[in-house]
């Protein structure tokens, strides 16, 4: 150890300096040196950091300019909100709680329109719902003369506050009323308690209830009005999205397979990962959608569950594709004239489901029945049945168990074990095909529903007439 | 139409009385009856689902009595903070602003303890750091004259709101420090905005600190001494639950296929799909238990990242049981003999590999190195190898291509497309086998990496002594 840290003492450090000579670097001696190689090794250590992370930011900045879109809106409504304190009779007017105005805007503004409607309607809800209660329970605590208003007022919080806590573990409530039953114990804690100290515990109702509403309308609009980005839309292309990369991964593997080309994208042939791993976002989406208004070609109450049982489908027939891929990347090798002899038809199970896929993806794009599905399912089972009817008359290129090792190469015949990679990757294959019928089925649903909806719609809006006609402007 | 609504007025009801006799029940006439009757309708629909959500909260409540508890806690904590109020001393002393030690209180609580440590460093580090730097841009600003005032903070608070939204974006940051951006924004906006019409700005600040570290300190208090559920424990038996779900479903799964019974448990053998959709929720725990103190068996910086490589292994594995499941289920049933040929290879494979999957549970489980999985993988490679004999041998049975069909049940033979699917499932079950050595690959490294761990805390606390021993008390 001793010998090995005296040679690195004795190493010589040079740097090339601007002019093209090099300069022997005399390392500055004992502690000092230690402290600052130490330093500066932290220092540029740190640089590099902050550099990375940096590129990182503007990467993810340039890729999405609607993040940042985003955050300027964030800005521009929490400027505007900051309004009311400089404008007198506004500041005056809500008798100085204005703070609950910015607070509002800060935890409401969510990046899609969808999320800040429902933080908006469960903000407005529950602190309404928990005023009026709690300015009750006030009344009552104070009848109870002074020396039990203090217990009854910690009871009714004790009390309430665990019910309400409680009843976001209810899936039912989770997904609708999650930020609003945190609001209302918020609320109901901070004015039933108030009300032992501020003599004006209506005002304080009121004011808390106004600067919250100011607060709401205000993101409403920037959130509706600048650049909107709905949590609908993003499902449906999320969607759309992934059947694209589903088809291209499925027809990837295959071709890459079979063709032994290495020429294929690897981002196309990994796309089925993403299906694999959107299920929570896709949940999120559908949940925030069912707030938004009509928007685009979406009605209000659009089937977005419906999205969830594509997208439950869509993974179902990713796992496939992995199973798919592990058989392909598989150490067990097949031999040629096997893969030859199944490649046409496989090849042509996989385009053909993969453009069965693709058009469903255009059918839920333009959310009708595709005229051609039904042909290309017709043509996916055809290819099926080519697929069949090779792997029946596989077993004529087998090897006979009879004869001898050495005889294999003269006869052409293979033994079984290499034939069994290609006859997983056929029958994957076959169960892919059905899992894509089942799709086929759920995206029929969707459109299904979709113009169900729209009729309702359609009728509903009749005696009015102008309401489409101004939400088609 | 008009006949059937005639029939239906004609018929007569009847309720049968408790004296045994029965009455006519003479609907009552017109509108009257309609709107009766729908608000029957009604009433007792409206009464059905809250007794459906009731029991549902109920079953919920009793399943997880853990989850009642966490209700408690939450009460007990807003209880005690509205002790603040009550208490004269302690409410001049913090201005009247009480009020944000309550809403501290209501949104830093959290079920686990990861969770609610994270909050509640972050909102004190955000507050604490957006506090000074507003007080800093408010001397700035009155600096500038009464006139620029309103522009300069309008400005900074524009770009800081807009800087930290981007941020929490970054995945880097939204991991660790996404509730502090928020937090950031809100007290630096209400911080600088309020120092136009607040006086004191810094007592503004410093109470608002102070309330909030009374608010963080009880949190912290109530959930770490009341029945603590920490995030790091969760994770450790979620990991270990569905690794045992996992080798339930593989045994499970090809058992019945092969000894076709249906007396397995449902439940059992769809475990593995618990796996498939826990992802989320590993990386949430993960994510929080990172802020823990050391508790249990785990120290502070215990390699919590590691359960989610684990987590991704036995997904992969899950993956292939899917497909595995599919090919069980598929219609193209096996030939019988083809099943029985095969059926104590695949049974080895299947039961070995099961029991690899329940070995390294337990050693997750004793976070110690198990000194038989070399052992139990070996033992799965050697069923592995049988079942590759038994692969090649298959050809001894098939039904030569020169045979005629009818001469099949005479000789015993089966025709290649009955052998497919076994022929799957044996090769699915092949990689499942190699998935299974990536995940012993992952369990080990998990326990070295928490031994090392161990080793390093222990060498640190070695001149204490003391701490260790306290905590294992």
């Known amino acids: 150890m001793a010998s090995g840290k005296e040679l690195c003492e004795g190493v010589e450090w040079r740097i090339r300096v601007v002019d093209g000579s090099s300069e022997v670097l005399v390392p500055p001696t004992g502690l000092a040196r230690k402290v600052w190689l130490r330093t500066k090794g932290l220092i540029s250590g740190l640089g590099m950091k ?12 340039a890729n999405d300019p609607r993040k940042v879109i985003h955050c300027i809106k964030v800005g521009l409504a929490l400027t505007i909100v900051s309004l009311v304190y400089f404008m007198r009779p506004l500041y005056d007017g809500v008798g100085g709680n204005a703070m609950w105005a910015i607070m509002t805007v800060v935890v409401v503004f969510e990046p899609t329109v969808g999320a800040t409607l429902y933080k908006c309607l469960n903000r407005v809800c529950a602190t309404c719902l928990a005023g009026f209660l709690a300015v009750g329970v006030h009344w009552i605590a104070s009848q109870s003369g002074d020396r039990f208003e203090p217990f009854v007022v910690g009871a009714s919080i004790f009390i309430l506050a665990s019910i309400a806590t409680f009843s976001r573990f209810i899936p039912s409530v989770k997904s609708m009323f999650d930020y609003g039953a945190m609001i209302f114990i918020l609320t109901f804690s901070i004015v039933a308690i108030s009300g032992y100290r501020v003599d004006k515990l209506f005002d304080l109702a009121h004011q808390r209830i106004s600067t919250i509403i100011i607060g709401t309308s ?15 839309q993003e499902l449906h292309s999320l969607t759309v999205r992934n059947m694209d990369k589903l088809s291209d991964s499925l027809d990837g593997c295959v071709r890459q397979y079979f063709t032994n080309s290495n020429g294929e ?8 990962k993403c299906v694999l791993s959107s299920k929570a976002s896709e949940e999120s989406m559908a949940n925030f959608a069912r707030w938004e208004p009509s928007h685009g070609r979406f009605n209000f109450r659009h089937p977005w569950k419906q999205y969830l049982k594509i997208g439950a489908s869509m993974r179902s027939c990713a796992y496939c594709i992995e199973a798919l891929n592990s058989c392909i990347n598989s150490e067990n090798q ?23 896929i693709k058009e469903l993806a255009e059918s839920v794009k333009k959310m009708n029945k595709s005229p051609t599905i039904d042909l290309l399912v017709e043509e996916m089972n055809s ?14 290129l087998l090897n006979p168990p009879t004869t001898a090792e050495n005889q294999i190469s003269a006869t052409g015949l293979v033994p079984f074990m290499e034939i069994i990679p290609v006859v997983t990757l056929a029958s994957i294959l076959i169960e892919i095909s059905v899992r894509i019928e089942a799709l086929v089925g ?3 649903e969707l459109v299904k529903e979709s113009e169900m909806k729209d009729k309702i719609v359609a009728k509903e809006e009749k005696p009015e007439g102008t309401m489409k006609a101004l939400q088609r402007v």
Request: charged share 20%.
């Open 218 to 232: 205000l993101c409403i609009l920037v959130i509706m009005l600048v650049c909107p980005i709905w949590s609908g």
């Open 265 to 272: 994208d690897d981002q196309k042939l990994q796309g089925y």
């Open 50 to 61: 902050v550099r990375m992370f940096l590129k990182q930011a503007w990467d993810m900045g």
């Open 442 to 444: 759920s995206v029929e």
């Open 334 to 356: 097949a031999a040629e004239s096997i893969k030859k002899h199944l490649s046409t038809s496989c090849l042509k199970v996989s385009s053909s489901s993969s453009s069965a």
């Open 383 to 396: 290819a099926l049945e080519e697929l069949h009817n090779d792997l029946k008359s596989l077993s004529h």
